[in-house]
């Protein structure tokens, strides 16, 4: 099937429809297979954590052999959970505040069993409950936001083999199912119930922090500004109402996010990370203020292009059009990209693209730097050309994988611009909807607009089937 052949659900159009009740109501009729689906993908990602599980992270080298490592059982003994200190209070943990406070409930409520290794243990699976109901909570959202044709393309979520993968590696799906719930309720124009959920997901992966400024320029363009200054202004207060009471009690704490972020140097996964390993030329440096300049101006010119592009395209860009483009090039510009980091793409790329080649492409890509990165582990954990007896790789083939990772964003990226671009193109759009996850934007006209060439029609494109 190529490309262009169909997208990843039917392409009934949807025009005139505003979100709320009806919406809901037609979720709610899918719903149970959507949650089935979520719960399918979470137990298949058990499955992928069996063999640690079962005592593998209790072995360095043989976490990696497995595929199975995760931060959750390691971090916590590293985090001093399993002696009972409190999170940021008594040990400063490196994520923000509501990742350290789930940690400490499921630490709690383990706090009984005895043994220190089934309480680790016990640990690790009542977390993995934890995040299967966010996995739920993400897919059903990205259902709602898909609008009523297109709801099954949640099941790019839910059982997308790159999220099975990665979903329990670390505490995204927290994020994921919080920033997808506040964008599902900017669509369903409730901005306070947005900008809350929003905030929340800043407090637990910085991340959906990004999305304000694409919302900014499409509520500048359609000049919705006062939704816009609501939900950033609830959101403000969500995190603060989560964050400030950890500041004050422990600001040393607090801040071991931030200052890491900061003083990192450049990461697996990373592009410069392959730059600093080849030695490549301006770039081919272990400073990590150089890296910070670097990436940080590399991410810089991304976002004046991603400005223009709302500003001047010939059609307001839709919500997950602009989300999708601005985290990807954080991604792609960032000193760090852990393999876990594709369960905060998957709901935004179904969303800005739902075509089924360029999104198994991507899936391919990322499922081999997943198993890239762990074999990469055993070679700069094993000294020597006996690497290759445990399950190493060489470095050639872990930064193809990682190129290729790279690749296959940047042109998933190419494509979203290219849709936004020609609007004929866009799927979405094709039967003259124009923004299901729009919300108050859906329909608006445009108030503010750059003229960077000939002006193109702003109707919406005809339906294939009337040209």
């Not at 200190?85 to 040990?91: A, F, I, Q, T």
């Not at 866009?426 to 039967?431: K, P, S, T």
């Amino acid at each position: 099937m190529t490309d262009g052949d169909t997208g990843l659900a039917g392409q009934e159009p949807e025009a005139g429809q505003r979100p709320g009740a009806a919406r809901l109501a037609l979720l709610a009729g899918s719903g149970t297979a959507l949650v089935t689906a979520a719960l399918l993908g979470s137990g298949l990602a058990l499955t992928n954590k069996w063999a640690c599980r079962a005592g593998a992270w209790n072995g360095y080298l043989s976490q990696f052999q497995a595929h199975c490592y995760t931060d959750i059982y390691p971090l916590y003994f590293g985090e001093g959970l399993s002696a009972g200190k409190v999170p940021y209070v008594d040990h400063p943990v490196e994520y923000p505040v509501l990742i350290g406070g789930a940690m400490q409930l499921v630490a709690w409520l383990v706090r009984p069993i005895s043994n220190p290794f089934t309480r680790g243990r016990e640990f690790f699976d009542l977390t993995l409950l934890l995040l299967t109901v966010f996995a739920v909570v993400g897919v059903l959202a990205t259902a709602y936001l898909a609008g009523r044709s297109r709801r099954w393309t949640a099941l790019g979520v839910a059982l997308a083999p790159a999220v099975i993968l990665g979903a329990f590696i670390n505490w995204d799906l927290i994020a994921m199912g919080l920033a997808m719930a506040g964008i599902a309720a900017w669509a369903a124009r409730r901005c306070v119930l947005a900008g809350v959920f929003l905030g929340l997901a800043v407090a637990t992966k910085f991340y959906p922090l990004l999305f304000f400024g694409p919302l900014l320029l499409l509520c500048l363009r359609a000049g919705r500004m006062r939704e816009f200054w609501v939900t950033l202004g609830s959101a403000a207060i969500a995190w603060l109402v989560v964050d400030v009471p950890v500041m004050i009690a422990a600001p040393a704490g607090w801040a071991r996010f931030y200052r890491l972020s900061d003083t990192r140097s450049a990461d697996w996964g990373s592009i410069w990370y392959f730059f600093e390993t080849e030695h490549w030329p301006l770039v081919g440096t272990s400073s990590v203020s150089t890296i910070n300049i670097i990436s940080a101006s590399v991410f810089l010119v991304a976002c004046v292009l991603i400005v223009l592009l709302a500003l001047g395209a010939p059609r307001r860009p839709r919500v997950a059009q602009l989300f999708f483009l601005t985290l990807a090039t954080f991604l792609l510009s960032n000193k760090v990209w852990s393999p876990q980091y594709v369960v905060w793409l998957a709901p935004l790329v179904v969303l800005a693209r739902p075509r089924l080649g360029a999104y198994l492409l991507w899936q391919v890509a990322e499922v081999g730097y997943f198993f890239a990165i762990w074999a990469y582990l055993i070679t700069v954990s094993v000294a020597g050309p006996s690497f290759i007896g445990v399950g190493g790789i060489g470095t050639g083939l872990y930064f193809t994988a990682l190129v290729a990772r790279f690749a296959a964003v940047l042109l998933l990226c190419g494509l979203v611009v290219r849709d936004i671009l020609q609007p004929a193109h866009d799927v979405v759009r094709a039967g003259g909807a124009d923004d299901p996850a729009g919300g108050v934007l859906s329909g608006a006209p445009d108030r503010v607009v750059l003229k960077l060439g000939p002006r193109r029609s702003a109707q919406p494109a005809a339906p294939a089937s009337a040209r």
